[in-house]
């Protein structure tokens, strides 16, 4: 628990202010850390579906909006957060005043849309606390070094920017407030019996983050594990202990599975008949890094003739796909052909005792074996394994691995197939 | 019109940016004036009525939302307009960047919602301009001199966004495009037959706006006299000519009388028995100008009594009334008691030639008398008379007024009762 003095960074996702009455409650619990003698900052989301509406108008406007307009367009979102927040605090008799990205000293590249931060001036947020007043920070949002426009992180950046903020401030804790009560063991409107986890080691949140936990953004988790900055995931909803997120030292439970993760947002671009020689690959996915495109599982097809021709696969975020289909295409003659498979699923499990226990990947591949789902493509890290699978078999395989290493709270519990009476995950 | 290379610049309101397809229009009116040599700076305002459903959110919040915070959230809604019109504008095959407030360098003081210009500092929109790119700006706010946060100009502020940038880029004009088609002899949803006017003094039109013309907004005319920039009023929906406001040397005609102005959302405070001693008023007034209330109609009843405690009434926006009768009560023991209007109408005539003719206001006190309309106060100027009346019988005196001075397109025209084949008067 934070101390008395401590400086604290809370962060409210979308869901947490959707509307009056949750910036109210967001605002609230912001005024309790305060009253408690803490020094708070607290870095908010857009509201609710605020920033999908902006992009949809803009896609209304144009097929292809400018990026830098677009971060113009999608930083208003939380900056109307803040300052909504900003006037219930301040009318619960405290003081609190909303900074955007830029004036609480967050700078970026000038990578529009996918803006990476480089530097955190954080002076107006601590001559602001030095006044005993509260800070409110808009998320996602930034300013670049060269222009001075304004820039964004990437969807689901304010986890970035609450963490940044709290590495800079020294604060004791990020606290990341969202419509789930913590990590659990898989998704629990898939897994009727996942389990909250009390605590995961940084390296399984940077896996499960990087294969389909969306609690908490995969730059977030770099972040904090960079600069040793102690998250905790908790409701906004509800007063209990969330999920920890610590070095590894200080976890308290190793078990040999963690959780099991999936996606189904996933799509697979396959370079046919690529010529085999060396920087070939490297052309590719430096062109594809270039145009910001993140690319997931990669795999090589060994040339089996002499013509000395391979085929390579990929997956990307289906929302990337136009981009990499584009980036291929703009190289040249380089393959015979490009496939694309639009929708493609993946389910991981994630551990830091695998590291010491082998035969972990082969119970998955038999336990998808016995659900007759194929496996198309498999990535392995030293503490996760992923499977890539058809898109429509993702919630039976989760389950399936689930059960099958025991991660959920009890064996057996009769399924609720409407979710209704468990926390939903999103980011 | 404006020639080649001249800097132009076109001020869209609410209504002309409202959703995807006005937004088109308003850039494809940008790219035109670009197309034919200008160098273009484009002012926004926030979409049609998203403004209001911002401040409506505020209340939801907060009974009375902190200044500052207000400014935070208002300021957003012409960013968005702008990023949403730089998409149209870019796609169209132009190089547009939307700047904010404080990018575009309109420097105020720090009075939160109705902050004044001190200082517009150009450089960015100059160097912009000379790479051959379209510039849109933010209207409405602004950045402090002192603490480098957002403020916002008020209401309608706009305007004087446009006409300050106008100013201080030596703009040939300053284009004001609205759902009206120019400034009209009277509102056309009152009276069918109003008349467009060719052309207007900046006197007339200060009175005009003073006195409920919602066309421009009062600040940004005066603005536009004390820089002599030529202002054209004009339709985003069709390319014709509207109504140009300029020095009163330049214009064609000088009518006795103008136009008929109104205006239905005015609140009247009546402080009863006021101790009639010097410095009294200036006490009254000068609390009020300190709280931002702008009033408008004055009258004091001079003590007929030994007790010298004299009625002073005055008028204010409706919206100023809980804030006028706080400021009265603020000040202690000044009266015997306050008394309020909420609902309080005024009609008003306007016109450069009124100086030299006498007798305009005995034919409107004739005209109001002849209709059993009660006037309740009276305020004029050189070339305005204005009547409080009770604001239902607002309608029914401009209809008078404007048919007596005959002041319509023509003397007997059939009455349009729906409005609906009407342009509409909107801010």
């Known amino acids: 628990m934070p101390q008395r003095d401590d400086i604290v960074v809370m962060k409210f996702g979308g869901t947490s202010v959707a509307g009056p009455q949750q910036i109210k409650r967001a605002a609230?619990?912001?005024?309790?850390?305060?009253?408690?003698?803490?020094?708070?900052v607290a870095v908010l989301s857009a509201r609710g579906k605020s920033t999908d509406?902006?992009?949809?108008t803009a896609y209304e406007i144009s097929d292809k909006p400018d990026a830098r307009e677009m971060d113009m367009l999608l930083s208003t979102?939380?900056?109307i957060s803040c300052a909504l927040a900003s006037m219930a605090i301040n009318d619960m008799g405290h003081k609190a005043v909303s900074l955007t990205g830029s004036q609480a000293g967050i700078v970026t590249d000038s990578s529009h849309t996918k803006a990476r931060i480089v530097d955190v001036r954080a002076d107006r947020i601590k001559e602001t606390l030095s006044l005993e007043q509260i800070v409110l920070v808009a998320g996602f949002q930034g300013v670049s070094t060269d222009s001075r426009d304004v820039t964004t992180l990437g969807r689901g950046g304010s986890d970035t920017t609450a963490v940044a903020l709290a590495a800079a401030l020294g604060a004791s804790v990020c606290e990341i407030y969202t419509d789930v009560t913590g990590v659990f063991s898989a998704d629990p409107r898939i897994v009727p019996d996942a389990r909250k986890l009390?605590?995961?080691?940084?390296?399984?949140m940077l896996e499960m983050s990087a294969s389909g936990a969306k609690v908490l953004?995969?730059?977030?988790?770099?972040y904090a594990r960079n600069h040793a900055v102690p998250i905790h995931c908790r409701s906004s909803f509800e007063d209990l202990p969330g999920t920890l997120v610590l070095p590894e030292s200080e976890t308290m439970e190793r078990p040999i599975v963690t959780a099991v993760t999936h996606s189904d947002d996933e799509s697979r671009v396959t370079v046919v008949g690529v010529r085999d020689e060396p920087g070939i690959a490297g052309l590719i996915f430096g062109a594809l890094a270039e145009a910001n495109v993140n690319v997931d599982v990669i795999i090589q097809n060994e040339p089996v003739a002499d013509d000395a021709l391979a085929d390579l696969s990929f997956t990307v975020e289906r929302g990337d796909l136009p981009t990499a289909t584009e980036v291929i295409d703009s190289l040249g003659d380089i393959s015979n052909a490009v496939r694309t498979d639009e929708r493609i699923g993946k389910v991981s499990i994630v551990g830091a005792g695998m590291r010491s226990h082998p035969g972990v990947a082969a119970k998955v591949f038999e336990v998808l074996g016995e659900g007759k789902i194929n496996i198309e493509m498999i990535s392995t890290s030293p503490i996760k394994i992923s499977c890539v699978i058809p898109a429509d078999d993702v919630p039976r395989a989760v389950r399936s691995i689930h059960a099958a290493f025991e991660l959920g709270e009890n064996a057996i519990v009769p399924e609720d197939p409407t979710g209704e009476h468990r926390p939903t995950v999103s980011g």
């Open 28 to 40: 609230r619990r912001i005024v309790t850390a305060r009253e408690a003698g803490c020094r708070v």
């Open 53 to 56: 509406e902006l992009v949809a």
């Open 77 to 79: 979102g939380e900056r």
């Open 198 to 204: 009390p605590v995961v080691s940084y390296e399984e």
């Open 217 to 222: 953004q995969l730059r977030a988790v770099e």
